[in-house]
């Protein structure tokens, strides 16, 4: 792919397109295959693939890759300093009875595995953090399982070129992560039953783990119970010694259940230690510690007097919100987008205004997969407002060679 160079010497990369395309004729197959909900007139709830988006090795590898590697490691760099800066965990709400289970997490170097870093990019410059999904990210299936299928099923049906490829090495790197993390006995896997998105997250990663060659049960966490010796137990009365939950630490630690976590000699994936990095009081820490770097946008705490140096339109963001609840875009003092949500009472925090990409009223994210904190693939939800919410529809990407 051609390349131009500016008068400074910088490569200028092409603009990252949105393609209009077919449905494959097996979509109502591959929906039922998969367990998804499907109709005539709208096709499958949340996915979309009337159309695709383009990116090049280039872009991916320049790009997406290096940003996504270089800001997990300034992130580590921010839970270092919170173990010994306790006002790192008075800023992002963390309650004090829970910066010893944080901190042994860390020392004890507690191992993570997924995440997905959201970003606001176009192409042709470095792609913007908009936040970080460290603790219970979705969208997983989609992104390293349906998106490959509708890949493979479109160059078979001719309507991609066999010479693309696209960024997804998501499954196999859970697979090869859950071989080294060392989990020793049953791995436990819970979520919230009722939340559909969320179980059928936690079905997938068992199933990577069980081709990892772990043995798994999976458990309602409503289910998960107390045993005399203060430790958690299964339905059936077995100890959990090690749980992956797709549950916020949050909501944990502000729950009855999160006073047993500190004696319940569990290990837990995502470990505590992530829950620095897992709300948006994450972009304020890393623009004090690292102000400039060109994959941040300038961010601060609501209160802080330095809020003042945002001079353009900002966004405001509960630190515990979710799925585009209770942002705001703001201009000159009045809001000119917003979304409901639960998260009224904050606290929050206000980044600088960075648009996403607008291709004819259709907005996309761009997620990046991190696996063992090295990016390994990419999902695209796009919406119809600058605000991502919980209707916006994965659009699949390819790789142009």
């Known amino acids: ?203 997938y990663i068992a199933d990577c783990a069980i081709e990892a060659g772990l043995l798994t049960h999976l458990i309602d966490i409503t289910d998960i119970g107390l045993g005399d010796d203060d430790r958690f137990s299964d339905t059936d009365g077995k100890p959990i010694a090690e749980l992956y939950k797709l549950y916020p630490w949050e909501w944990i630690l502000a729950e009855e259940f999160g006073k047993n976590v500190y004696r319940s000699q569990c290990k837990f994936i995502e470990p505590p230690w992530r829950c620095v990095l897992s709300n948006k009081g994450l972009l304020p820490i890393l623009w004090e510690m690292f102000e400039g770097h060109p994959n941040l946008l300038p961010a601060y705490f609501t209160g802080d007097p330095e809020i003042e140096k945002i001079k353009s339109s900002s966004v405001k963001k509960p630190i515990f919100g979710r799925q585009g609840a209770n942002i705001a875009i703001e201009r000159n003092g009045q809001i000119i987008d917003s979304r409901d949500g639960p998260y009224t009472n904050g606290p929050f925090i206000k980044q600088e205004f960075y648009s996403l990409p607008d291709f004819k009223g259709h907005f996309p994210v761009v997620g990046c997969w991190v696996v063992a904190s090295r990016a390994v693939g990419l999902g695209v939800r796009e919406d119809t407002n600058l605000i991502t919410g919980n209707k916006a529809n994965f659009i699949p990407h390819i790789v142009e060679n």
């Open 1 to 203: 792919m051609d390349h131009s160079v500016d008068a400074s010497g910088q490569q200028q990369h092409d603009s990252v397109k949105r393609v209009i395309t077919t449905p494959r004729s097996s979509l109502r197959d591959a929906a039922l295959k998969h367990q998804f909900e499907f109709s005539l007139e709208t096709g499958i709830p949340f996915w979309d693939e009337s159309a695709y988006y383009t990116f090049s090795h280039q872009q991916i590898e320049e790009h997406i890759i290096k940003s996504a590697e270089n800001i997990e490691n300034m992130c580590f760099q921010v839970v270092e300093r919170a173990i010994t800066d306790e006002t790192i965990f008075q800023k992002i709400g963390i309650d004090r009875c829970y910066w010893d289970l944080i901190a042994n997490s860390w020392n004890d170097k507690e191992r993570n595995l997924l995440g997905r870093m959201d970003f606001a990019y176009n192409g042709k410059g470095l792609p913007k953090l908009l936040e970080y999904n460290a603790d219970t990210p979705t969208t997983l299936y989609e992104s390293s399982i349906f998106q490959w299928e509708w890949f493979e099923e479109s160059i078979d049906q001719g309507l991609l070129s066999s010479s693309g490829d696209q960024f997804n090495n998501i499954h196999e790197k859970i697979v090869e992560a859950f071989k080294t993390i060392g989990i020793e006995s049953i791995l436990h896997l819970t979520a919230n039953k009722d939340i559909e998105d969320d179980w059928g997250t936690i079905e």
